[in-house]
Antibody, heavy 120, light 110 residues
Framework: QVLLVESGGGLVKPGGSLRLSCAAS????????LTWIRQVPGKGLEWVSY????????NFAPSVRGRFSISRDNAKNSLYLQMNNLRAEDTAVYYC?????????????WGQGTLVTVSS | QSVLTQPPSVSGPPGQRVTISCSGS????????VNWYQQVAGAAPKLLIY???RRPSGVPDRFFASMSGTSASLAISGLQPEDEADYYC???????????FGGGTKLTVL
């Protein structure tokens, strides 16, 4: 079955950096877009970024553009989110999700999330 | 402030039918399909409806989605205790050129 497991979350100071990883299994990894979505505890979902299977297409939410980068290693079935110049408002649970493009993109499988806390 | 607008909460007793609305604009729902996600407390979101009407396998037909103009709706009939969750709509915004979510609606089964 499809499995997505995030890692790399933790406590970081404002201005610091963190790299999240998402290990995938159970599907042909390179065939799918992958997406990062975050959720402030107790709040709603916020789309962060996506990357195409071939890495040709990426996109970022305005709130993270220029600070975050997304990449993937299709040989390792892994997705990454490099987060730089972190701010308190980046504190959230970060989910990776498999995305399918049909009409608009939708996320049909989600990981359990990893918590990122930005605090001094 | 979310691009898509949902009511913060809805409620109903077991067996009843409730509807959750998702209001957008001509740059998102007005020209793109809508997805719905269900998030039970403490769990990751789960895809409930995709491309406006379609249910993934395993989602019961008690969940029915529709769309009209710049708004979408999710109807849940025959409410069950396990339906208690947060529900989110999403679409693509042609002006922002990013996916957008609604703020979420908390469903309470009384």
């Amino acid at each position: 079955q499809v499995l997505l497991v995030e890692s790399g979350g933790g406590l970081v100071k404002p201005g610091g950096s963190l790299r999240l990883s998402c290990a995938a299994s159970g599907f042909n990894f390179s065939d799918y877009y992958l997406t990062w979505i975050r959720q402030v505890p107790g709040k709603g979902l916020e789309w962060v970024s996506y990357i195409s299977g071939s890495e040709s297409y990426t996109n970022f939410a305005p709130s993270v553009r220029g600070r975050f980068s997304i990449s993937r290693d299709n040989a390792k079935n892994s997705l990454y989110l490099q987060m730089n110049n972190l701010r308190a408002e980046d504190t959230a649970v970060y989910y990776c999700a498999r995305s399918t493009l049909s009409g608009v993109m939708f996320e049909d499988h989600w990981g359990q999330g990893t918590l990122v806390t930005v605090s001094s | 402030q979310s691009v898509l607008t949902q009511p913060p909460s809805v409620s109903g007793p077991p067996g009843q039918r409730v509807t959750i609305s998702c209001s957008g604009s001509s740059s998102n729902i007005g020209r793109n399909t809508v997805n719905w996600y269900q998030q039970v407390a403490g769990a990751a979101p789960k895809l409930l409806i995709y491309t406006t009407y379609r249910r993934p396998s395993g989602v019961p037909d008690r969940f029915f989605a529709s769309m009209s103009g710049t708004s979408a709706s999710l109807a849940i009939s025959g409410l069950q205790p396990e339906d208690e969750a947060d529900y989110y709509c999403s679409s693509w915004d042609d002006s922002l050129r990013i996916p957008v979510f609604g703020g979420g609606t908390k469903l309470t089964v009384l």
